[in-house]
């Protein structure tokens, strides 16, 4: 992880946050129901330190009426708070901490009837993201704008980071807008607004809230599920964009191939900071639940049972497993490496992941000592493993071999729901942009018999279906985590994998 | 499950755990070193990589029992003239067939009014004998594979595994003893104590005689099970767990052992006692009927007094073994786990994610406030609320003031967040709190349960104000429930005339409540075994639990015509 020392500026920043008004005037609740970010940490989609938060009604003004003709570049077409405003469902999120849920919830966290609403911990992915006290994570304007840019839920700023240092300048011709891409993507790094463009960060920035960022103060606790909070199930880029009413214009070719590749990687990483930050709480990782598979205690006990049987606990019965979502398809990601002989031998990301699963398993919740260590290898493993993806030019991505990884990958795992559904989303995401690359060359290569048992798959894990037309309203919600994962078959599953890499073979 | 709804069983649960799996605490880490991780380092599956896994851990010191082996093995016991007697209902020859009735591998088929139960303990097999043979089935050897990362269930051998033998065989280090002593299982001296050095003496006459004239005293190395408090304390020392000593083995089946295959240990002393066949004689089932033999002491009061001392016993033993588990000084298995979620409400985890919102727990959340809040690990819910409801509802007048404050500064401890437990404070608190069990438990011994006493229990146990907040505490007040009312039963003057309409209503509100609180079969279209050796797939948690509902749909009715009936106020 990225850390910044601590400027001048930062703490004349820290100042100027402590006097604000905005504390008082939204009336925060500081319950300390997690962790607050820690401000030596650079957060995802946040922006400079010294930044404020503007309001999405800022960027109404210019991103409303949609005028391609009008915009300063092709990236947008001014309508991008209007398609947000109508049908995403990041716009209603704040609303749900009004919810009968929420309302049940608060006594249940011991939080005040209404604190929901006005905790940072809960704004924080509920909103934008104010547990950053000691940096500018203010919110300009007067209370009732402050009440009001909140009450709007994830909006623009969320993602594409506070915007007070560039929104004057982001859509001047010249300036900014219009750019090559080494000088365009300086501008984002001067002023802090997230380039969403790059797969690793937007990939990071989802992630911060749909898994969890304990160092930039999201974390959706073990106590916060207990209390109702519904489980956030595994997280696939690619997926959850294709559910998003695009506000964004199309990716180029190979693009969501590259974003596969990459995600499983960084998404890896993201969980295993979670896990090494969980540790270095008070009370370490024992301290919250969450950060473990759930089923693996969550489950009727039987006899006989099917958990009691070699290799379920990975060798060691009683003590809690991590999630093993994310590891298959950073598996994926990299690969089966073979030695000089011809020989497949683990990677060493699969070795250092072993250590990290050992180290949780000494004792139940592990040793602290031996998962920092462990934690700190598999991250230097997956930067790196990172790094090589991001330098090969895009054109050197092939979506057959990425299936082909995918597939492999998966049929060689004890695949969980979680695992499963991510998988799928991958394969979705790859095998159309293959279908769009084909179509394009006019080549036969593409076989449609793999798109339909990717189909197959998505049938299996009760894929939701994609949006019917980019102005469809906000999609439904798609079931929680248990009902979809209750008559998963994991073997039945893995035999349709293995089936398409004999398809992929035969080719 | 077995046809008898009086038989204070758990139906599946308590025949399978009689079977004596239940009885497989083990040494855990502690010998693990000497049969476990030896033995790992010769086989470890999968080479270096997983025999390098901190789970396999550096061998810590292990401290035998030194006590010099002084088993004779049941043999010793079982001649036709002495134990092992053709079988009698007759109180006074009971002694002479109490080996054939531990021995017997069939239910006992006795004549219906005559049998060995007092009054409605149907005979049953008494599965001691079988402890060491279910070290040699599938199951154990799964067990001891998962354990150990075994490669196959064959190079498992619990039989010759210390954490294993600690509680279903000699709980000595097993290569040091005669195999032929071991495969008794729980035999005769297991409970009465190792009788090389007494075989001989108990059978003279001086002994005998004072036996029946009721000068009884234990011989050197000679258990006293007569009294209720000694019996219960020997049952606990494996059914509840302890440290080692130089009489045994550390006894301890925790959460890793549950976790490969063991049953849960849920030990309540009066209910156990009724689901072994008596091969002894504890007094004349009538009140007022004559001591069948001079000496021989009438415990009328052995139902009351059976679950006051089994609770505050199997408390006491629950808080050693928690001191024992906390203390990291104690290097007899220096790498047990900590922190131990067998210490906690198995249920609070183990239940089903269905993603249905509010789930009951939480819809009934506002119950569970303080240190059981949602989200965190209730502790101590299976062995506490009972004792706790002892000290509180004074069944003698203030009489238990005290006992119960060092459980509650435990509680306090214990109630904090997993990762923030104070693991040294605990280990003192737990010894603390252990040896005021200890002291309330020899008070218990010498008090008199009484009709008054039994009254008062059964009215306290019938408050409107009881919620449990889980199946552990639910129950608990269950067999608290039925342990008093026998005893009030025994003492009604008019027992045997047919009972009053609330009385009978009771009895069957407590059976309502028993069936309900048995675990759900795994798959109901499939019949049960009635094969009491058969193990029945079977949900091992309570699926589908309800604190709320099980307490207003079956708690209260039963609580409304006890109260009536204790008020006097029945309608005629």
Same mark, same amino acid.
């Given at each position: 992880m990225k850390v910044r020392k601590p400027s001048m500026k930062h703490y004349a920043a820290t100042l100027v946050a402590a006097a604000s008004v905005l504390g008082i005037a939204l009336g925060l609740a500081e319950l300390g129901i997690s962790a607050d970010a820690d401000p030596a940490v650079e957060c995802p989609g946040v922006g400079k330190p010294e930044s404020q938060y503007m309001g999405a009604d800022s960027c109404a003004l210019c991103h409303t009426k949609g005028d391609a003709a009008r915009a300063p570049s092709k990236l947008a077409t001014l309508d991008e708070f209007s398609i947000w405003d109508h049908r995403d469902k990041h716009r209603i999120a704040f609303k749900s901490l009004q919810s009968p849920r929420a309302l049940a919830m608060e006594p249940l966290l011991g939080m005040n009837p209404g604190d929901a609403a006005k905790n940072r911990q809960c704004l924080a992915c509920h909103a934008i993201n104010l547990t950053d006290k000691s940096a500018g994570a203010t919110l300009a304007g007067d209370e009732k704008s402050q009440r009001a840019a909140v009450a709007q839920g994830v909006s623009c700023e969320a993602c594409h980071g506070r915007s007070s240092l560039w929104i004057d300048r982001h859509w001047? !011709?010249?300036?900014?807008?219009?750019?090559?891409?080494?000088?365009?993507?300086?501008?984002?790094?001067?002023? +802090?607004?997230?380039?969403?463009?790059?797969?690793?960060?937007?990939?990071?920035?989802?992630?911060?809230?749909?898994? +969890?960022?304990?160092?930039?103060? !999201?974390?959706?606790?073990?106590?916060?599920?207990?209390?109702?909070?519904?489980?956030?199930?595994?997280?696939?880029?690619?997926?959850?964009?294709?559910?998003?009413?695009?506000?964004?214009?199309?990716?180029?070719?190979?693009?969501?191939?590259?974003?596969?590749?990459?995600?499983?990687?960084?998404?890896?990483?993201?969980?295993?900071?979670?896990?090494?930050?969980?540790?270095?709480?008070?009370?370490?990782?024992?301290?919250?639940?969450?950060?473990?598979?759930?089923?693996?205690?969550?489950?009727?006990?039987?006899?006989?049972?099917?958990?009691?049987?070699?290799?379920?606990?990975?060798?060691?019965?009683?003590?809690?497993?991590?999630?093993?979502?994310?590891?298959?398809?950073?598996?994926?990601?990299?690969?089966?490496?073979?030695?000089?002989?011809?020989?497949?031998?683990?990677?060493?990301?699969?070795?250092?992941?072993?250590?990290?699963?050992?180290?949780?398993?000494?004792?139940?919740?592990?040793?602290?000592?031996?998962?920092?260590?462990?934690?700190?290898?598999?991250?230097?493993?997956? *930067?790196?493993?990172?790094?090589?993806?991001? +330098?090969?030019?895009?054109? *050197?991505?092939?979506?057959?071999?990425?299936?082909?990884?995918?597939?492999?990958?998966?049929?060689?795992?004890?695949?969980?729901? $979680?695992?499963?559904?991510?998988?799928?989303?991958?394969?979705?995401?790859?095998?159309? *942009?293959?279908?769009?690359?084909?179509?394009?060359?006019?080549?036969? !290569?593409?076989?449609?018999?793999?798109?339909?048992?990717?189909?197959?798959?998505?049938?299996?894990?009760?894929?939701?279906?994609?949006? $019917?037309?980019?102005?469809?309203?906000?999609?439904?919600?798609?079931?929680?985590?248990? $009902?979809?994962?209750? *008559?998963?078959?994991?073997?039945?599953?893995?035999? !349709?994998?293995?089936?398409?890499?004999?398809?992929?073979?035969?080719? | 499950m077995n046809g008898n709804s009086h038989v204070p069983n758990f139906a599946h649960r308590t025949d399978r755990d009689f079977r004596g799996l239940r009885r497989f605490a083990g040494v855990c880490v502690a010998v693990a070193v000497l049969c476990g991780f030896g033995r790992i380092a010769a086989v470890a599956p999968g080479g270096a990589e997983s025999a390098t896994q901190p789970t396999e851990i550096p061998p810590g010191k292990v401290v035998s029992p030194t006590k010099a082996l002084k088993y004779v093995g049941v043999g010793g016991c079982s001649a036709a003239a002495c134990h092992g007697g053709p079988l009698t209902t007759e109180p006074s020859r009971l002694w002479n067939c109490s080996y054939t009735i531990w021995a017997s591998q069939e239910p006992l088929a006795l004549p219906e009014n005559r049998s060995l139960k007092t009054a409605d303990h149907a005979p049953l097999i008494d599965k001691h004998n079988r402890a060491y043979a279910v070290l040699l089935d599938e199951r154990s050897k799964r067990i001891v594979q998962l354990l150990d990362h075994l490669p196959t269930t064959d190079a498992a051998t619990p039989q010759k595994d210390a954490r294993c033998v600690a509680c279903h065989s000699v709980p000595h280090d097993p290569t040091t003893v005669p195999v032929a002593i071991l495969a008794d299982g729980v035999g005769c001296e297991l409970c009465h104590g190792p009788a090389k050095n007494w075989l001989a003496k108990h059978t003279e006459n001086r002994w005998i005689d004072s036996y029946h004239t009721g000068k009884y005293e234990p011989l050197p190395d000679m258990t006293d099970t007569r009294s209720l408090l000694s019996r219960a304390r020997i049952c606990a020392g494996c059914h509840v767990g302890s440290s080692g000593d130089t009489d045994h083995l550390v006894r301890d089946a925790n959460h890793d052992l549950i976790a490969a295959g063991h049953p849960r240990l849920d030990f309540e002393f009066h209910a156990f006692l009724g689901v072994m066949p008596k091969h002894w004689f504890d007094g004349p089932d009538k009140p007022g009927s004559p001591a069948v033999k001079p000496g021989f002491k009438t415990d009328r009061e052995t139902h009351a007094k059976a679950w006051a001392i089994g609770q505050v016993v199997a408390a006491e033993a629950a808080l050693n073994l928690l001191a024992h588990r906390a203390d990291e000084n104690d290097d007899k298995d220096s790498m047990r786990p900590w922190p131990e979620f067998s210490e906690y409400d198995c249920y609070a985890c183990h239940h089903q994610l269905d993603g249905k919102y509010p789930s009951s727990l939480q819809q009934s959340a506002k119950r569970r406030s303080g240190p059981n809040r949602l989200g965190s690990l209730p502790w101590g819910t299976w062995y506490f609320p009972e004792v706790e409801f002892l000290i509180a509802s004074e069944p003698f007048g203030k009489w238990s003031e005290g006992f119960g404050q060092p459980l509650a500064e435990l509680k306090t401890q214990t109630a904090k967040p997993i990762g923030s437990l104070d693991r040294t404070t605990i280990h003192i608190s737990a010894a603390k709190a252990a040896q005021a069990m200890h002291r309330l438990a020899d008070r218990l011994a010498e008090a008199t349960f009484d009709p008054t006493a039994v009254d008062r229990l059964l009215l306290r146990a019938s408050d409107e104000h009881f919620a449990p907040g889980d199946w552990d505490e639910a129950t608990q007040r269950l067999l608290t429930l039925e342990a008093i009312w026998k005893a009030r039963q025994f003492f009604q003057p008019q027992r045997g005339v047919s009972p009053s309409k609330d009385e009978q209503a009771i009895a069957d509100g407590l059976d309502k409540i028993r069936e309900k609180l048995q675990f759900p079969a795994a798959n109901p279209e499939i019949e049960p075994s009635t094969d009491p050796r058969r193990l029945n797939p079977h949900f091992d948690s309570p699926n589908g639990f309800d604190a709320e509902v099980v307490r207003i749909k079956l708690f209260e009715p039963v609580f409304v015509r006890i109260r009536r009936l204790l008020a006097g106020d029945e309608p005629k």
């Open positions: 001047k !011709k010249g300036e900014w807008s219009g750019l090559k891409p080494p000088l365009a993507e300086q501008r984002y790094d001067q002023y +802090g607004m997230a380039n969403l463009r790059d797969p690793v960060r937007r990939t990071e920035l989802c992630l911060s809230c749909h898994l +969890g960022n304990i160092a930039c103060g !999201k974390f959706v606790t073990h106590d916060m599920f207990a209390a109702g909070h519904p489980p956030l199930p595994a997280f696939e880029t690619e997926a959850f964009l294709e559910q998003m009413p695009p506000h964004w214009q199309p990716v180029p070719p190979l693009s969501r191939t590259r974003s596969v590749a990459l995600e499983g990687l960084v998404a890896l990483r993201a969980s295993v900071r979670m896990l090494a930050d969980a540790n270095r709480l008070p009370g370490g990782q024992a301290g919250d639940f969450a950060i473990y598979d759930c089923a693996a205690c969550h489950h009727e006990l039987q006899i006989p049972s099917s958990r009691q049987l070699p290799g379920h606990f990975g060798g060691a019965p009683g003590r809690p497993p991590l999630r093993s979502a994310n590891i298959v398809l950073a598996t994926a990601a990299i690969g089966p490496q073979s030695t000089s002989d011809g020989r497949i031998t683990p990677s060493p990301l699969d070795a250092a992941m072993a250590r990290l699963q050992t180290a949780t398993r000494g004792r139940p919740f592990g040793e602290p000592q031996a998962i920092e260590a462990a934690a700190t290898a598999v991250i230097s493993q997956l *930067d790196e493993a990172i790094m090589n993806v991001q +330098g090969k030019p895009l054109a *050197d991505q092939n979506p057959r071999h990425v299936i082909e990884q995918l597939c492999r990958a998966g049929a060689a795992t004890a695949l969980d729901y $979680e695992s499963a559904w991510q998988l799928t989303g991958s394969l979705r995401a790859v095998v159309s *942009d293959w279908q769009q690359l084909a179509a394009a060359k006019g080549s036969a !290569k593409f076989d449609p018999k793999i798109q339909s048992s990717i189909e197959e798959l998505s049938e299996l894990v009760h894929f939701p279906s994609p949006p $019917e037309s980019s102005t469809a309203p906000r999609p439904a919600n798609r079931g929680t985590l248990w $009902e979809n994962g209750a *008559d998963f078959d994991s073997e039945q599953f893995r035999k !349709k994998l293995g089936e398409i890499v004999k398809l992929l073979d035969s080719r | -």
